[in-house]
């Protein structure tokens, strides 16, 4: 065999890991994110002086890419006690914040709450969707390299037909992640007609064109290697992207915002009708022929064009979820409401993905049909909600430090003031502004660069090192520098405040 032949046999004929593992795998960046804030608000107190934009980069790329870089590798099988670790630290520093209060600090805990319910939040955005996209980000990033060495476990790779992988979940997080910031959803198109929504959603997709070509011929002329059944000959993620872009531009013109969840069922339900009761499944696990021909457009690329339909309805769902999450909120009550409904409603969906996984159709990325769709949304919303409640403890963590601040987190207003001219900032005037020294910040700014450079790089590791036959230390060593300096050169880039875009 030859290395590519050898490359891409490895990364082949794999059948996933359990969907709870890959749910413990997702909810670990999330208490990363939140020791990281209360390391910050800790250092603030402890330290007077202010942290260099290089010594914050560092204390973020330790905490929040390392252990994710470590749970892919070498610490996969420990997950739990990562969560353990994780979770004492955080105790831990959430209790000396508490201890060293310089806010009521007389006051019984059972008040601190009630005041601390009262309070209201005041952001542009909602942080919890920036790391949302972020950990996805970063995630795909690790995983498109780590799946090439050995220490990489192979449960977590791409699934061939059945199953679900880690490195699955990045596809559909990605669609469900831009979904949720979508212009529609940010009416960013509300004046105009309906024609000037169309033409700009055309418009928008031309950089995805140009990724998407430049991309095959760039695999195709060094001869990279490929994993033929992930989406076919000449098609890639960039494809699948346009087309979804472009139908469900077409169907949030038909369909209002708040009914995109009965529109993503209503896909999913009868693309998995047609795959059990006419001839579909068969078309893409086996070609027009019956043979797995590749022969002809459709044959070629059959299982990246028909599998759109899938991650249409993903996306439509994306598009309810942020337009629910989107909606404004003040109070820090309304808050917990948002997340215990997300929470609640994953928990459904994952009990619908039993049902439907015994009675109807195990979860097949190379298909995304329903029991995928369903998986993807409802992982996506674990990590949602789980970001939201990290939010209220950083938020709470302010609370009770005057001054205190937290790149990417919300900022605290008193409240009940029905004027809000009236209402009294519980921050300095420096945290309206938002934080430049922020890895998720600068890595959410430029996310498409970001998911680019992660390509470019992987492609020149897999031509410069013999990954196959690497050893632990030198894998991991690999990773991590090439983390190191994908997210630098990104951080740098939001420290130029420099946002690079194609449109």
Not at 252 to 262: A, D, E, G
Request: charged residues 15%; contains cysteine; positive net charge.
């Amino acid at each position: 065999m030859s290395q590519k032949q050898m490359k891409e046999a490895f990364v082949s004929n794999h059948n996933g890991t359990s969907v709870l593992e890959i749910t413990q795998g997702l909810c670990l960046p999330a208490l990363c994110v939140l020791c990281r804030g209360l390391l910050i608000i800790l250092s603030q107190h402890l330290c007077s002086s202010s942290h260099t934009w290089g010594t914050r980069f560092f204390i973020d790329f330790v905490i929040l890419i390392v252990p994710l870089v470590a749970t892919l590798t070498i610490l996969s099988s420990f997950v739990l006690l990562e969560h353990l670790a994780v979770i004492i630290i955080g105790a831990g520093m959430f209790y000396h914040i508490y201890c060293r209060r310089t806010c009521y600090a007389r006051i019984p805990v059972q008040k601190i709450l009630e005041k601390f319910l009262k309070i209201s939040v005041e952001s542009e955005y909602i942080p919890a969707i920036s790391c949302f996209r972020v950990i996805n980000s970063a995630f795909t990033a690790v995983a498109i390299l780590a799946v090439d060495f050995p220490l990489f476990p192979r449960r977590f790779a791409k699934t061939e037909l059945y199953g679900t992988g880690a490195m699955d979940f990045g596809v559909g997080g990605f669609v469900f992640g831009t979904a949720m910031v979508s212009p529609e959803v940010r009416r960013k198109y509300m004046k105009g007609s309906t024609f000037y929504h169309l033409t700009k959603s055309l418009y928008s997709v031309w950089p995805l064109v140009f990724l998407g070509i430049g991309r095959l011929v760039v695999i195709k002329s060094i001869d990279y290697q490929e994993h033929l059944t992930e989406y076919g000959v000449h098609w890639n993620f960039f494809f699948t992207l346009i087309v979804v872009k472009l139908i469900t531009s077409l169907l949030l013109i038909i369909f209002p915002l708040n009914k995109s969840w009965i529109v993503a069922i209503s896909i999913t339900v009868l693309y998995q009708l047609a795959l059990d009761f006419t001839p579909l499944r068969k078309l893409i696990l086996y070609g027009t022929d019956g043979s797995g021909t590749r022969v002809g457009l459709l044959n070629a690329n059959r299982e990246g064009i028909i599998s759109t339909l899938g991650y249409v309805a993903i996306h439509m769902a994306g598009v309810q979820t942020g337009s629910y999450v989107l909606k404004k909120r003040s109070h820090i009550k309304d808050w917990i409401k948002v997340a215990y409904c997300i929470l609640l409603t994953a928990i459904s969906l994952f009990i619908s993905l039993y049902i439907v996984q015994v009675n109807v159709e195990v979860a097949s990325r190379r298909m995304a049909n329903l029991a995928f769709c369903i998986w993807i949304v409802a992982s996506s919303l674990i990590l949602l909600s789980s970001l939201l409640l990290v939010d209220i403890i950083l938020s709470f963590a302010k609370f009770l430090i005057k001054g205190a601040q937290v790149p990417c987190s919300w900022k605290l207003i008193q409240s009940p003031a029905t004027n809000k001219k009236h209402s009294e900032s519980l921050v300095s005037e420096a945290e309206r502004r938002e934080p430049s020294l922020c890895l998720i910040t600068a890595m959410n700014r430029n996310q498409l660069i970001f998911f680019l450079l992660s390509n470019v790089t992987t492609g020149l590791v897999n031509l410069l090192v013999d990954t196959l036959h690497s050893s632990t230390l030198w894998a991991l060593f690999v990773l991590n520098l090439y983390m190191f300096t994908n997210c630098l050169v990104i951080y740098v880039l939001h420290l130029q405040d420099k946002t690079i875009k194609f449109w």
